[in-house]
């Protein structure tokens, strides 16, 4: 019998994405026996006020990799500037080939809603790369063999909890990250260059503060935990059974799945 895949795959759009909406989930399931892996599909060469693109960059690479090794994940190099995740072929060749290697049984991917096409379009290439993964004739750059296995997408809620459009997004299950918000904090501080960049740009006096809050928002949306991260499970078609829910499954008491929000996607009450 095949060893079980216990993998866990971040994939976000900038340096600290992970951290703001992803972090503790992650690190609960490193804590459940899970190998874990953080990648943010852009450098972070726009999150700045002063210094040059390339210095930034670099900076905030140095940044990303504290963070991802302070909990112990395996971390992987963006591949576009900031603003240029776009939903194209050859970045979904690109993204293909990292998820060929790390083959995860869970991703975790940002919303497919949001304030920043940035993140949306992270989300999308990573459901398409995860989708093709064992697909003998799409291409990846560099070129890797198709894998097997299930794999089961949950998406992140949008930073600000709301759309575009201002409308607040809904979870349908949640992770109590109340044990780890420390840790979430430290990883958030690795993130040394953005608490200027933030305060200045988006007029937040409290960068730290600011996730800690959306994480206390969100566990109040949970009814249940002081602090939760919010999760949406995409459509199993292609990826995995129907079924599947590893997430849930692996934390146990750690994580609440909304059953009135899963009876409302069927868009009408069952009947007995």
């Given at each position: 019998m095949a060893k079980e895949r216990r993998v866990a795959f971040a994939v976000a759009a900038h340096p600290d994405d992970i951290e703001f909406m992803m972090s503790g989930t992650l690190v609960l399931l490193k804590e459940a026996g899970y190998e874990i892996h953080y990648m943010n599909v852009?450098?972070?060469?726009?999150?700045?006020?002063?210094?040059?693109?390339?210095e930034i960059a670099a900076i905030r690479r140095t940044e990303a990799q504290a963070a991802a090794a302070l909990v112990g994940a395996v971390w992987h190099e963006p591949l576009v500037s900031d603003l240029e995740i776009l939903y194209t072929k050859?970045?979904?060749?690109?993204?293909?080939?990292?998820?060929?290697?790390?083959?995860?049984?869970?991703?975790?991917?940002?919303?497919?809603?949001?304030?920043?096409?940035?993140?949306?379009?992270?989300?999308?290439?990573?459901?398409?790369?995860?989708?093709?993964?064992?697909?003998k004739n799409f291409p990846t750059v560099p070129q890797r063999a198709p894998v097997e296995g299930e794999v089961v997408i949950y998406h992140?809620?949008?930073?600000?909890?709301?759309?575009?459009?201002?409308?607040?997004?809904?979870?349908?299950?949640?992770?109590?990250?109340?044990?780890?918000?420390?840790?979430?904090?430290?990883?958030?501080?690795?993130?040394?260059?953005?608490?200027?960049?933030?305060?200045?740009?988006?007029?937040?006096?409290?960068?730290?503060?600011?996730?800690v809050d959306?994480?206390?928002?969100?566990?109040?949306?949970?009814?249940?935990?002081?602090?939760?991260e919010g999760w949406r499970r995409h459509n199993h078609l292609g990826f995995a059974g129907p079924e599947g829910d590893p997430l849930t499954e692996g934390l146990?008491?750690?994580?609440?799945?909304?059953?009135?929000?899963?009876?409302?996607?069927?868009?009408?009450e069952k009947k007995a």
């Open positions: 852009a450098n972070g060469n726009c999150g700045t006020a002063t210094l040059p693109s390339e050859e970045l979904t060749w690109r993204l293909g080939a990292v998820v060929r290697e790390v083959n995860p049984s869970i991703m975790l991917v940002p919303s497919d809603v949001d304030y920043m096409e940035d993140h949306v379009n992270a989300g999308r290439l990573a459901v398409t790369a995860a989708f093709c993964r064992g697909m992140a809620l949008p930073y600000g909890l709301h759309d575009g459009m201002r409308r607040r997004v809904i979870a349908g299950q949640f992770v109590d990250v109340s044990s780890v918000i420390e840790v979430k904090k430290r990883m958030l501080a690795a993130h040394k260059s953005q608490k200027e960049w933030i305060d200045v740009s988006q007029g937040l006096n409290a960068y730290i503060d600011v996730m959306m994480c206390g928002q969100i566990g109040k949306m949970s009814g249940r935990f002081e602090y939760a146990g008491a750690r994580a609440a799945v909304d059953r009135k929000y899963e009876q409302n996607l069927e868009g009408w």
